[in-house]
């Protein structure tokens, strides 16, 4: 049996999910994984091993990783969520307060003015993100709005839960329109939807809906698909491993948690808006995006709307500070950088796919627009993946 396993160099004890993103880099260095949660928290018979991944939080540690410390087996916690003990341990951690600021970021960029979180009381691990959303959003001019629902109240689940669903629809129909509603998990977003619906309003025209995660099998399976932010787990992992190596070379590591911010906005249908209160724009607006690779003309949206093309564009100065053509050029640009970075179509498909008639007139807004040529966005993505 030891002949099998002569090409590992290192045996590494984990207290975590295994992934396929940990067993590649694993592999790539020749460390062999040992999952201790398959092992009823036990060290295997002849095995040794070199270091230990671990997600268990610091004031919750298993009796094996205490015994694995107290032996000098380096340790690193592959976590989610930061802890005032995370010294003691080194730390690569997702960088929560940085999508909480993404998320403001993101819905100021789409023209909201009123913005919104519901949160637990005990607020729990996504108080940081919280309170970052909430200083960005005021830093830029929003007013967040915030209610927390009680966690801990002694009645039976269903009844919590129906308690829960209602108090967040009277929540909703309090919020002042249109508002961007950031959602602490895409399976709480997919949820919310339908409770949204029922309460008499749209998403995304009433209420847009932004979430964390980017679970695809959730997200673009809900009605509607929900605009999710990323987390960079590929880059979480890699670092974990790496600082995992430096302590089991003797090397000496930073005591300070190590941060990994979010890759990006998975966009969905869920914001699929720019909000404005005035309907004719809005209604006009969700036309104009989905006839994105369509030759249409003010004419054509006015109609659509059922007002003269000079009313339209006067409603357009008034709500959003562009003409329709100009709003028409911008959503374009938008979805060209969404094919770019998520596809591998051609640049020159991505041209008429997104209603630019001329590839030259294409790449000149582009690079007008962005500072670079489609090809180089293109390439710029693809090195931050």
């Known amino acids: 049996m030891a002949e099998l396993h002569t090409e590992w160099e290192r045996s590494i004890g984990l207290l975590t999910d295994t992934t396929p993103l940990l067993r590649e880099g694993a592999e790539k260095r020749k460390w062999r994984l040992v999952n201790l949660r398959y092992c009823n928290y036990q060290i295997p018979a002849g095995i040794r091993l070199d270091g230990l991944l671990t997600q268990v939080l610091p004031s919750y540690l298993q009796p094996v990783q205490e015994r694995l410390q107290a032996q000098g087996c380096p340790v690193v916690r592959l976590g989610s969520w ?9 730390a690569v951690l997702h960088d929560y307060k940085t999508a909480g600021l993404l998320a403001a970021q993101y819905l100021r960029e789409r023209g ?13 691990e996504y108080e940081p993100m919280f309170v970052a959303f909430h200083t960005a959003a005021e830093t830029l001019g929003m007013q967040c709005h915030l209610t927390r629902f009680e966690t801990g109240a002694e009645m039976s689940i269903d009844a919590k839960n129906k308690r829960k669903q209602r108090e967040f629809k009277n929540w ?10 950031f959602v ?3 399976r709480l977003a997919s949820g919310y939807c339908p409770i949204i619906q029922a309460a008499g ?10 979430s964390i995660g980017n679970n695809t099998n959730i997200c673009d399976c809900s009605v509607p698909s929900i605009t999710s932010i990323e987390m960079d787990d590929e880059s979480r992992i890699e670092k974990a491993l790496d600082l995992l190596g430096d302590l089991m070379a003797g090397k000496q590591v930073s005591k300070d948690p190590v941060y990994i911010p979010p890759r ?9 808006v720019l909000a404005t209160s005035d309907r004719i724009v809005a209604e006009a607006l969700q036309f104009m995006w989905s006839k994105i690779g369509h030759d249409i003309s003010v004419e054509d949206v006015a109609a659509e709307v059922g007002i003269s093309s000079r009313h339209l564009e006067r409603r357009f100065q008034e709500a959003l500070g562009s003409s329709v053509n100009q709003e028409m050029r911008r959503r374009r640009l938008v979805e060209a950088q969404r094919l770019l970075r998520d596809t591998t179509f051609p640049i020159i498909d991505i041209s008429p796919a997104v209603g ?5 007139y294409f790449h000149r807004t582009f690079k007008e627009t962005f500072g670079m040529s489609p090809r180089q966005y293109r390439l710029q993505q693809q090195e931050k993946t």
């Open 356 to 360: 630019f008639r001329s590839s030259t």
């Open 264 to 272: 990006r906005v998975a966009e969905r249908q869920s914001t699929n």
């Open 172 to 181: 909703i129909v309090s919020l002042p329109k249109p508002v961007g509603y």
């Open 112 to 124: 909201f003015k009123h913005v919104a979180y519901w949160g637990r009381n005990p607020a729990g």
């Open 201 to 210: 309003f749209e998403v995304p025209k009433d209420v847009a809906v932004l």
């Open 184 to 186: 602490a998990g895409d």
């Open 82 to 90: 930061e802890h005032p003990d995370d010294a003691i341990i080194p």
